[in-house]
């Protein structure tokens, strides 16, 4: 198999979710040469985006860091995200003084230490006291405004605005349309049937594609300049529209991105870390001097309704035998990939301690419904400092 | 192993689908359904054989699905094994008709190949489309790979490559086909191809080196042997993305194709938004359902048209016969493109 050129980078960072990107988005924009390789829906698109930091994290002890370390990590992800994220303007404060939500203006919630939910009530309370309205298109089934209407009242007493509109999508049976700029015209219409609508949120069903949905939602809440948010379905979590915006902010801040490329093998054999991947039919080998994996997904603890092992990491990446320390490596992806090495060892600088692993590739770092975003963006920007630290 | 266990049922597939986008969940039920649901508790056959080659194999499901199930490839396996006991669709029936007749999946109208050159270690495979339809994409892409510096031939002899085979189940005939072709194809180091959906099936099925030629002018000639006229008014340019090229053969195709139009004066680039959306000509779709490949594709020049461009290209013979068919707006195949600018020897 012929091999593409290969790629000379500062960092590779291996997976394209809420972690890699991250982490990309802080080492680019501190001037580091980032290359992402990424393929695939990270576990972070199906989350619900909701970015909470359960209170008394101690899983880190165990691994050897310290709470210094992570402290700092966790306000600096606060930063960090409202620099990528668009705050709103609505807070709430509920019952508890503690429990304190930023609702961003793609539905993203953060700060807040309610169990996630997968319905959109949270969007909804946040603005209480805001007129709310549904506006569900004719043909589809993913926004009942009727139904939203019943049980926000019953669930709440917010009552809610409810209509239907054949505007969008212009065929029935099309529900999904793409949010491109060749159907702008309907894009229009729907933008004047919203402006007609006397709410400050509008609730709307899913109706953009993967990619560009970010863009989507952006242009038309400009348009329309109300607040408008997405229903939570299977199909429209709110962790795509998250994803969505860490990308783009991960290519503002100059990071360069291998979408569709995936990592078959590391080798650790050399100076440089090696990242094999491969790119369709052709190898791409990217040789950097330090690796940051954040294939959560691909290894056990990643993307899982149980938390248990999706896929076996063993058929993912074959970690080239014969290098120096590389049976720390092969050791740990049996059992998802052991960080306390990584993360201790890199301060000691030896050769081996070029490979960073963060995310929910980490063991123990599995968690149902997107619980553990907050942890995961929190040991992304451990393992930049740690990058930092070691360049 | 395609790992349909790991379905999670999130449908995000479905979502994806460009088919499913056109003509709705009623009428082809998504990935999901034929490839996942269906192997296991599916109801009918007749039923599932009924959808089973509305797929357009464009890929897409398998960037959508979190848990990375194979599921284009699970989607084959489902068409082999309905295969044998299926009444074929009308256009599918022709296409074997033709295989069996002429080796090629369309009925030939010229003679191709055959000017041997005696040092030519490369060959070009032009594939059925481009030998026999887009006979210029051939003629463009011979010239190019002249003026770069490359010593290739046409050899004689060459039938289609089997990939539509393999795309409807038919693995006994596909098997015939290849083993005429590399017979001839072994005899060079290096072949290149127009058509993505010959590169992959000339890797994979055939194992041989096969290169499309985005990346044989980008990465082996460089375009250094090619002059351009200078352009004398910006043509606004739209780029379509073959599946088959930037799923299939690989992603790095896409910045392949960029790099080679940037090398042409005179060419402004439009955003459409949509250039990777399938424009419904691969996976046997265009030659049995020729109706949803036309709509899929009427949408993606309708689309080009809405951003005001004047011309939509494709790196492949077979996505551009079928945006051409729309007829809405001026359709190029890429070498086709380059090659109208190309200034030859004694041209000013």
Redesign the interface.
């Known amino acids: 198999m012929r091999e593409l050129p290969a790629i000379e980078t500062e960092v590779v960072v291996i997976g394209h979710g809420a972690t890699g990107l991250f982490a990309a988005i802080e080492l680019a924009s501190t001037g580091h040469k980032v290359l992402l390789v990424g393929n695939g829906t990270p576990s972070s698109e199906m989350s619900t985006g909701c970015i909470s930091f359960p209170e008394e994290e101690t899983w880190w002890r165990g691994l050897g860091l310290d709470d210094g370390l992570m402290q700092d990590a966790s306000d600096r992800v606060d930063q960090g995200i409202q620099k990528v994220l668009t705050v709103g303007p609505c807070t709430w404060e509920g019952t508890s003084e503690k429990r304190m939500a930023l609702v961003t203006n793609l539905g993203t919630i953060i700060r807040t230490n309610y169990a996630p939910s997968t319905s959109s009530r949270h969007d909804v309370i946040a603005v209480r006291g805001a007129k709310v309205a549904a506006l569900g298109f004719q043909g589809n089934k993913d926004l009942d405004p009727c139904l939203f209407h019943n049980m926000l009242r019953s669930e709440t007493g917010v009552e809610a605005s409810s209509s239907w509109t054949a505007t969008l999508p212009a065929e029935p049976h099309r529900p999904h349309i793409e949010m491109n700029h060749g159907v702008r015209h309907s894009h229009d219409a729907l933008s004047e049937e919203l402006q007609g609508i006397d709410a400050d949120l509008v609730m709307l069903p899913p109706f953009t594609q993967r990619g560009g949905h970010d863009r989507a939602w952006r242009d038309l809440e400009g348009v329309v300049g109300k607040r408008l948010c997405e229903v939570i379905t299977p199909l429209s979590l709110p962790g795509r529209s998250l994803v969505d915006s860490f990308g783009r902010a991960a290519l503002e801040a100059g990071a360069r991105d291998l979408n569709g490329t995936h990592l078959e093998m590391i080798d650790l054999r050399d100076d440089d870390v090696i990242a094999r991947c491969r790119s369709g039919l052709r190898r791409v080998q990217v040789r950097a001097a330090m690796m940051l994996f954040c294939g959560g997904n691909a290894v056990g603890g990643g993307l899982d309704i149980l938390g248990r092992d999706v896929i076996d990491p063993l058929s993912f990446f074959d970690i080239r035998k014969g290098a120096a320390g590389s049976s720390n490596f092969d050791m740990a992806s049996h059992s998802g990939i052991a960080c306390d090495s990584y993360f201790r060892s890199v301060r000691k600088g030896t050769r081996m301690d070029k490979v960073l692993v963060a995310g929910a590739a980490l063991p123990g770092l599995n968690f149902a419904n997107g619980y553990g975003l907050g942890t995961c963006l929190t040991t992304a920007l451990a393992a930049c400092r740690a990058i930092e630290e070691a360049l | 192993m395609p ?1 349909t266990d ?1 379905c ?1 049922k ?3 597939c479905v ?2 689908c460009p088919v499913v ?7 082809f039920p998504g990935p999901r359904t034929v490839a996942v649901d269906a192997p296991r508790f599916g109801p009918s056959r007749v039923a599932i054989a009924e959808v089973a080659w509305l797929c357009s194999m464009c890929e897409r499901c ?7 199930i194979g599921l284009p490839k699970a989607m084959l396996d489902m068409r082999a094994s309905l295969f044998p006991n299926v009444r074929v669709r009308p256009g599918h029936e022709r296409l074997l008709g033709n295989i069996d007749l002429y080796g090629l999946s369309i009925e030939p109208v010229r003679k191709v190949g055959g000017e041997t050159m005696p040092k030519a270690k490369i060959a070009y495979f032009p594939g059925c489309i481009a030998s026999q339809r887009e006979v210029e994409t051939m003629e463009c892409s011979l010239g190019l790979l002249k003026a770069a510096g490359a010593e290739v031939e046409v050899p004689s002899g060459l039938v289609c490559c089997g990939s539509p085979l393999v795309k409807l189940g038919d693995e006994r005939r596909c098997e015939r086909l290849m083993d005429a072709n590399l017979k001839i194809l072994e005899r060079y180091d290096q072949v290149v191809t127009s058509c993505p959906g010959c ?2 099936q000339l ?2 099925g055939y194992g041989l ?1 096969a ?1 499309h030629i985005t ?1 044989f002018l980008t ?1 082996v000639t460089g375009t250094k042997g090619m002059r351009f006229r200078p352009g004398s008014e910006n043509i606004r340019l739209a780029v379509h993305h073959a599946c088959h090229l ?8 896409k910045e392949r194709t960029y790099e080679l139009l940037s090398e042409v004066p005179g060419i402004e680039l439009v ?4 250039e990777t ?1 399938c424009c419904g000509a691969g996976g046997s779709l265009l030659s049995g359902y020729p109706d949803v490949a036309g709509r899929m594709a009427a949408r993606k020049v ?3 048209i ?2 005001g461009a004047k011309i939509i290209t494709a790196a492949c013979p077979f996505c551009a016969m079928n945006l051409r068919r729309t007829g809405g707006i001026e359709v190029m195949e890429l070498t086709q493109l380059i090659s109208s600018r190309l200034r030859f020897p004694g041209q000013h």
């Not at chain 2, 986008?21 to 009428?27: L, Y």
């Not at chain 2, 398998?62 to 990375?68: F, I, Q, Y």
């Not at chain 2, 955003?271 to 949509?274: E, L, V, Y």
């Open positions: 790992g790991r999670l999130c449908s995000s979502r994806a986008a056109e003509i709705g969940e009623m009428t398998l960037e959508a699905c979190p848990s990375r590169t992959v890797v994979e080196e290169l990346e990465e930037s799923r299939g053969v690989g992603p790095h195709t955003s459409t938004g949509d959306v309708d689309s080009a809405f951003c």
